[in-house]
């Protein structure tokens, strides 16, 4: 099959969006399929390069660029998708059977501009809930919240299939779409590299943070933003036993300043170590080191570090959100946190930590669950069932 893969952002800005484009696109050309991206320009000396997805690099055919000026992250390039562009006129020659769109707005008009002219069905998979980074807009994310929820109705109408990589999420938008439209919704999600994962050498960061060796070590990892719930995490974090406990933020974003003073202050003071943005191996392998992970965002649509933590061998405390249950069974292999009341959250999470902190026996055998049925996540099972779906569509 001839896919054409479009995408709002692209490598080499890391975000779960970029690495799921990158994985299906190499995962697809492994098994013989033709793909084309369709992303926007890395801004003057860079390139997508590799970040541990297995398979061919793709084809890419680069529309014009730029970084805005506020509001997106240094190295998130905006589109610009002028129907006369060189990219433009190369998806057309290549024909694609299959159109699919990994962002609604930009990109997504071009995709579904694309599919029609091509006569190739057009899927899109919904990986961000909008409404969750309102508090960008400021006074504008009401208004801006009802615009976006309008306009995603009319996009999934033009949709032959609406793909979400979580349960929870294939609910909320089955929820708002007509009867007749919600077999159109389908659960797919994001494949992990489960071999690639575990061959990782883990990065530890006692010697570098001056702990002792035989401390508790939990990790976190995304983008320090205040979507992600990272204070949460350390807060909780405050209120566990100083004397065992240690806690590895992995990432950089907007709050990391914030988070450092917090942790600078008596009760976390020399217990919290912060790498800063990182190459997403190194990140991952530095999670490798930990004994257990930390999860407290309840804006995902999949939860993508959830799979790779456990898909590395680590138990995992979660605040219960979308998708995370898709990932971490309570009980098995981690704790899943109720997130509601929120007064009380972070005292539910610090206990779930202690309690598995404490428990190196119960860790083991959480440890061993996760890394025995990771292949759950692996991007074979998924490429599979996306194969399935894009054959369904052309019969």
Same mark, same amino acid.
């Given at each position: 099959m001839?896919v054409?893969?479009?995408?709002?952002?692209?490598?080499?800005?890391?975000?779960?969006?970029?690495?799921?484009?990158?994985t299906?696109?190499?995962?697809?050309?492994?098994?013989?399929?033709?793909?084309? +991206?369709?992303?926007?320009?890395?801004?003057?000396?860079?390139?997508?390069?590799?970040?541990?997805?297995?398979?061919p690099?793709?084809?890419?055919?680069?529309?014009?660029s730029?970084?805005?000026?506020?509001?997106?992250?240094?190295?998130?390039?905006m589109?610009?998708?002028?129907?006369?562009?060189?990219?433009v006129?190369?998806?057309?020659?290549?024909?694609?059977?299959?159109?699919?769109?990994?962002?609604?707005?930009?990109?997504?008009?071009?995709?579904?501009?694309?599919?029609?002219?091509?006569?190739?069905?057009?899927?899109?998979?919904?990986?961000?809930?909008?409404a969750?980074?309102?508090?960008?807009?400021?006074?504008?994310?009401?208004?801006?919240?009802?615009?976006?929820?309008?306009?995603?109705?009319?996009?999934?109408?033009?949709?032959?299939?609406?793909?979400?990589?979580?349960?929870?999420?294939?609910?909320?938008?089955?929820?708002?779409?007509?009867?007749?439209?919600?077999?159109?919704?389908?659960?797919?999600?994001?494949?992990?590299?489960?071999?690639? +994962?575990r061959?990782?050498?883990?990065?530890?960061?006692?010697?570098?943070?001056?702990?002792?060796a035989?401390?508790?070590?939990?990790?976190?990892?995304?983008?320090?933003?205040?979507?992600?719930?990272?204070?949460?995490?350390?807060?909780?974090?405050?209120l566990?036993?100083?004397?065992?406990?240690?806690?590895?933020?992995?990432?950089?974003?907007?709050?990391?300043?914030?988070?450092?003073?917090?942790?600078a202050?008596?009760?976390?003071?020399?217990?919290?170590?912060?790498?800063?943005?990182?190459?997403?191996l190194?990140?991952?392998?530095?999670?490798?080191a930990a004994?257990?992970?930390v999860?407290?965002?309840?804006?995902?649509?999949?939860?993508?570090v959830?799979?790779?933590?456990?898909?590395?061998?680590?138990?995992?405390?979660?605040v219960?959100?979308?998708?995370?249950?898709?990932? +971490?069974r309570?009980?098995?292999?981690?704790?899943v946190?109720a997130?509601?009341?929120a007064?009380?959250?972070?005292?539910r999470?610090?206990?779930a930590?202690?309690?598995?902190?404490?428990?190196?026996?119960?860790?083991?055998?959480?440890?061993r669950?996760?890394?025995?049925?990771?292949?759950?996540?692996?991007?074979?099972r998924?490429?599979?069932?996306?194969?399935?779906?894009?054959?369904?569509?052309?019969?």
């Amino acid at each position: 099959m001839r896919v054409l893969l479009t995408s709002e952002s692209f490598l080499p800005y890391l975000s779960g969006v970029t690495v799921s484009v990158d994985t299906q696109a190499r995962a697809l050309g492994a098994r013989g399929h033709e793909v084309l +991206v369709l992303a926007p320009r890395p801004r003057e000396g860079e390139n997508p390069g590799p970040v541990g997805s297995p398979g061919p690099a793709p084809r890419y055919a680069w529309l014009p660029s730029y970084q805005l000026p506020r509001i997106a992250p240094d190295g998130y390039r905006m589109p610009i998708a002028l129907p006369w562009t060189d990219a433009v006129a190369d998806a057309r020659r290549f024909e694609p059977d299959i159109v699919h769109a990994h962002s609604p707005f930009v990109t997504g008009l071009l995709a579904r501009r694309l599919s029609r002219e091509s006569s190739a069905p057009l899927v899109f998979t919904h990986h961000t809930r909008f409404a969750d980074y309102g508090h960008y807009l400021g006074p504008l994310a009401g208004p801006g919240a009802a615009v976006t929820d309008a306009y995603m109705g009319a996009f999934w109408k033009a949709c032959a299939v609406i793909v979400a990589p979580s349960t929870d999420l294939a609910a909320e938008i089955r929820a708002r779409l007509p009867t007749d439209g919600r077999t159109r919704v389908k659960v797919i999600a994001t494949g992990v590299d489960v071999s690639g +994962v575990r061959a990782l050498e883990p990065r530890d960061v006692r010697f570098e943070a001056g702990w002792p060796a035989d401390v508790v070590v939990a990790a976190s990892l995304g983008r320090l933003a205040p979507e992600k719930s990272p204070m949460d995490v350390l807060e909780a974090f405050a209120l566990t036993d100083a004397s065992r406990l240690r806690l590895v933020m992995v990432g950089g974003g907007p709050s990391e300043e914030q988070l450092r003073a917090r942790a600078a202050a008596f009760d976390l003071s020399g217990r919290t170590w912060f790498t800063g943005a990182l190459p997403r191996l190194e990140a991952l392998a530095t999670v490798a080191a930990a004994d257990l992970f930390v999860f407290a965002s309840r804006t995902e649509t999949q939860g993508l570090v959830l799979a790779e933590a456990l898909s590395a061998g680590l138990p995992a405390v979660a605040v219960d959100g979308p998708g995370v249950r898709d990932s +971490v069974r309570d009980g098995i292999d981690g704790l899943v946190v109720a997130a509601a009341p929120a007064h009380g959250l972070t005292r539910r999470l610090a206990t779930a930590i202690e309690a598995l902190a404490a428990d190196a026996q119960r860790r083991a055998a959480m440890a061993r669950r996760a890394v025995d049925d990771a292949d759950r996540f692996s991007i074979d099972r998924r490429t599979d069932e996306l194969e399935a779906l894009y054959r369904s569509l052309l019969a």
